[in-house]
């Protein structure tokens, strides 16, 4: 009877120590992405460094306002970018408002990897992000301008 309890306890208890960890992973990969986001927006490298892995590959779409075709252009942007970015909005001032976006969609969570949709001023970023010594930072990113009116 002892053996029958002690299965039935254990049978209650581990999915909650599961969704404990479920919960402490999605709050991992919400501040990564808003240690990200807030990183351009304030213009704070350290929040960059602490949001994004190093090697991370970022690539994105956007219409140049200077365009005549309304085409696409890929911008890349290095690790080493972002932080040129963000020492330009603190050099400049040049910070997002208050009411800036900053939307997060978790769309799957699993104990090593996570998939994710931001929307921030610019435009959308979907992401990839790991888990590395028990921190979650962004490995990828693929992001565009709004599409233009009519499309």
Known sequence: M???????????????????QSSENEEGVRRAVLN???GFYEGDSTKIAMGVFSEVNKRGFYIPSHSDSGEY???????????DYVRN???RKNYAPASAPKEIEIYDVM???????????????????????GEWKIWQVL?????????
């Open 2 to 20: 002892k053996l029958v309890r002690c299965v039935f306890v254990l049978w209650l208890v581990i999915p909650l120590l599961s969704l404990a």
């Open 36 to 38: 990200y986001v807030e």
């Open 73 to 83: 252009m890929v911008s890349p942007m290095s690790f080493e970018e972002m932080f």
């Open 89 to 91: 909005v603190r050099r």
């Open 111 to 133: 104990d090593q990897t996570a998939s994710v949709k931001l929307t921030a001023f610019w435009g959308s970023d979907y992401m990839l992000l790991a888990k590395r010594d």
């Open 143 to 151: 992001w565009q301008t709004p599409p233009p009116k009519g499309h």
